[in-house]
């Protein structure tokens, strides 16, 4: 199971970046993926999810209205459209699967999730 992110990059505040994470190996048929992000010195932060069989998405407030998460079924990618970035949204960034639908509930926290991508670092300057 392999979940390849990449798009992160130096942007500033303001721009915009696209993250994209393609799962092969068994983690296409995943029905939650989701983006988590880390910050140096601070926790695991959710960002978004999507839930294929659900149909729900969820939004972290930090990045409410200006990200939005996506999914190309025929490419095995989720996406990240970042928008209207700042300082803040600085951190790497942790695309997640889980194979088994969940409440909505647990869709924010990162025990849910089976698997992990390496990350992709997304540096914004004021």
């Known amino acids: 199971v392999q979940l390849q992110a990449s798009g992160g990059g130096l942007v500033r505040a303001g721009g915009s970046l696209r993250l994209s994470c393609v799962a092969s190996g068994g983690a296409e048929g995943s029905d939650l993926m989701a983006w988590f992000r880390q910050a140096p010195g601070k926790e695991r932060e959710f960002v978004a999810a999507?839930?294929?069989?659900?149909?729900?998405?969820l939004y972290g407030d930090s990045v409410k209205g200006r990200f939005t998460i996506s999914r190309d079924k025929a490419k095995n990618t989720l996406y990240l459209q970042m928008t209207s970035l700042n300082p803040e949204d600085t951190a790497v960034y942790y695309c997640?699967?889980?194979?088994?639908?969940?409440?909505?509930?647990?869709?924010?926290?990162?025990?849910?999730?089976?698997?992990w991508g390496q990350g992709t670092l997304v540096t914004v300057s004021s």
């Open positions: 999507n839930s294929r069989g659900g149909g729900n998405t």
């Open positions: 997640a699967a889980r194979t088994r639908r969940i409440i909505v509930g647990y869709m924010r926290v990162a025990a849910s999730y089976d698997y």
